[in-house]
């Protein structure tokens, strides 16, 4: 009878072993899937409008685009104290110390140490029978209560036989990489901001010089209108007329000053210092050519987009963590060993073999009651994997974007300077010749007002547009992932 309980016994361990293993490992749906990511999704070319532009492989070096020494020593000085570029490095070393950390749990836990405990059990039970029936010694008896020494070293370890810890190592460093491209991505932009506040400065330093030497000429012809007042040759009228137009252009060159003070407290901003002296170069800005750039082929944008890199990655990790959600519903198999010497008195620890202590255990666990927090789990790590997935494809339609559109902007604001520089000279020789004109009498007052009022929009919107060549010439720059060669 006995044995035949004995058998009953083992088979329904066997059969609760079993489902165990079933419950465990079965009902997951579909197998983890890396999904693609389509490279070839990208159109193979610009439109013809833009193939002109030529197949460069890869932006030019940041030195060889900046060729501004002046704006070289203002990029090196934001990429060491711009405070948000200096958070994400400390992103970027939380991310590393987070791989670290994961790659160490694939590897047994090793611990070393020692312990002391005691212990006063009640005498009316077995422990405090069994005590007070020992003796330690020849008429000693056993210590009540009782101390306990330890010391020595625990292993533990899980074995990853279905590479959840290692899926989750893997996917950490992809995670690490991806914030690394992160970092350079916001490198590039900040490069990028930097250059079009510098350019944008050097465009308010042409527009003040501009409008300084067009009010100089008016207070010019002012002069020449008053002494024709007094001499009756012309009237009041003319005089008011002029005044006013003086007194509009000093008051729109305060609003150009303030704006100035606006965008050089920008630029500090963006160099991570409070505001100093800047010096940069005086030069006529509408003379200055933004750096010539090739489009190349939209395919190597995957290669050289930080942000696409960086989405690419992010991809890759979710797909890890899909699998190791998976193997969260897979039995887990820990290895557990000790070994030490343990004595209830200190002098005794170096006995041998009476104070050696050692163990070695095996746990066999598998899920069985909490699966709906597992599904829970897996079903997210599904959804961020799809969901990486999209940002990639519209990262990837961001980056061709912005291209098509720096590159168009660039042609089109090109041949549109072409004929405002072509505007400005014919204005400049009409303001000469209005001016002799009107000293001779040949010419009213409105002609000379409104030929200086039409040259002075003309050169203002001349620098206008350079300002916007150099903006599309930096973006363009940064969309083709140049901007941060050395610092990333």
């Not at 899909?322 to 039995?331: G, H, L, N, T």
């Not at 790590?381 to 940002?391: C, F, S």
């Amino acid at each position: 009878m006995a044995k035949h309980s004995k058998n009953r016994l083992s088979g329904v361990a066997g059969l609760a072993l079993a489902a165990v293993l079933t419950t465990g490992c079965a009902g997951l749906g579909p197998k983890v899937q890396t999904p693609a990511l389509d490279l070839e999704a990208l159109p193979g070319a610009y439109p013809q409008a833009l193939e002109a532009a030529g197949a460069s492989q890869q932006a030019p070096a940041l030195a060889a685009f900046f060729q501004d020494e002046t704006l070289q020593v203002l990029i090196k000085t934001a990429l060491e104290n711009n405070q948000e570029r200096n958070i994400v490095l400390q992103e970027l070393r939380m991310a590393e110390n987070e791989a670290k950390a994961r790659g160490g749990e694939v590897w047994p836990f090793l611990s070393v140490g020692g312990g002391w405990d005691r212990e006063k059990v009640g005498r009316y039970t077995r422990a405090g029978a069994v005590e007070e029936g020992l003796e330690l010694a020849h008429e000693k008896n056993f210590p009540d209560p009782l101390s306990n020494f330890r010391l020595g070293a625990q292993v533990s370890w899980e074995i990853d036989i279905w590479r959840k810890l290692r899926n989750e190592r893997d996917g950490a460093v992809l995670r690490y990489l991806s914030t690394v491209e992160g970092q350079r991505f916001l490198v590039t932009h900040l490069v990028a901001e930097v250059a079009e506040t510098y350019y944008a400065l050097l465009a308010l330093d042409s527009r003040l010089t501009i409008l300084d030497n067009t009010i100089a000429l008016q207070q010019e012809a002012l002069e020449l209108v008053r002494l024709q007042k007094d001499a009756a040759a012309t009237t009041q009228l003319a005089v008011t007329k002029f005044e006013a137009e003086v007194l509009g252009n000093q008051s729109e060159l305060l609003v150009l000053q303030q704006e100035r003070v606006l965008e050089e407290n920008r630029l500090h901003f963006l160099l991570g210092r409070y505001p100093e002296e800047l010096a940069r170069p005086a030069q006529d800005f509408t003379r200055l050519s933004p750096p010539s750039l090739a489009a190349g082929v939209p395919a190597d944008l995957l290669r050289q987009r930080p942000d696409v890199r960086a989405a690419e990655l992010a991809v890759k990790a979710a797909a890890l963590d899909v699998a190791a959600a998976r193997a969260r519903f897979y039995p887990s198999i820990d290895l557990s060993a000790a070994l030490g010497v343990e004595a209830f008195q200190l002098g005794r620890l170096d006995a041998m073999p009476e104070s050696r202590a050692y163990g070695l255990g095996i746990d066999f666990l598998a899920p069985l009651l909490n699966r709906a927090g597992l599904k829970a789990a897996y079903g997210n790590a599904t959804a961020e994997q799809e969901q990486a997935l999209l940002r990639y494809q519209q990262t990837s339609l961001d980056a061709y974007l912005e291209v098509l559109n720096a590159f168009s902007a660039l042609k089109n604001l090109s041949e549109s300077a072409a004929l405002k520089a072509q505007q400005v000279s014919a204005l400049g020789n009409s303001v000469d010749a209005a001016s002799r004109l009107f000293s001779s009498a040949r010419a009213d007052y409105m002609e000379v007002l409104m030929t200086q009022r039409d040259a002075l929009e003309s050169r203002l919107d001349l620098v206008d547009l350079r300002e916007q060549q150099f903006r599309a010439a930096i973006r363009a720059y940064a969309a083709l992932g140049g901007g941060a060669p050395e610092a990333g």
